[in-house]
């Protein structure tokens, strides 16, 4: 029903930042929250940051003060700026939505394919 469309990821130097977007497309009737999880090697998925329709904001103690997550409502869209970046934030990021559709009224749950972060020297 809801497509998420993630870019951004890549290959930093730790101390280095990057930028990550999501892109939702489909007959979207409301987003109520965006957010992103990651997946590091051998470990749990863990939510990083979300953002809801009223922009309230939570994110996991580790990024905080490094990472900034923020919405476009005009075009479906959620970024995470990620500053400071270190060797332990390499992980696959992936794209959250919970939303309704035209044809789905009450809100499920959506994700994109993720995109590879590494973070090496």
């Known amino acids: 029903q809801v497509q998420l469309v993630e870019s951004g990821g890549g290959l930093v130097q730790p101390g280095g930042s990057l930028r990550l977007s999501c892109a939702a497309s489909?007959?979207?009737?409301?987003?109520?929250?965006m957010g992103w999880y990651r997946q590091a090697p051998g470990k749990q998925r863990e939510m990083v940051a979300v953002i809801s329709d009223s922009a309230i904001t939570n994110y996991v103690d580790s990024v905080k003060g490094r990472f900034t997550i923020s919405r476009d409502n005009a075009k479906s869209t959620v970024y995470l700026q990620m500053n400071s970046l270190k060797p332990e934030d390499t992980a696959v990021y992936y794209c959250?939505?919970?939303?309704?559709?035209?044809?789905?009224?009450?809100?499920?749950?959506?994700w994109g394919q993720g995109t590879r972060v590494t973070v090496s020297s």
């Open positions: 489909g007959i979207i009737f409301t987003i109520w929250t």
């Open positions: 959250y939505a919970k939303a309704s559709t035209e044809g789905i009224k009450f809100p499920l749950d959506y």
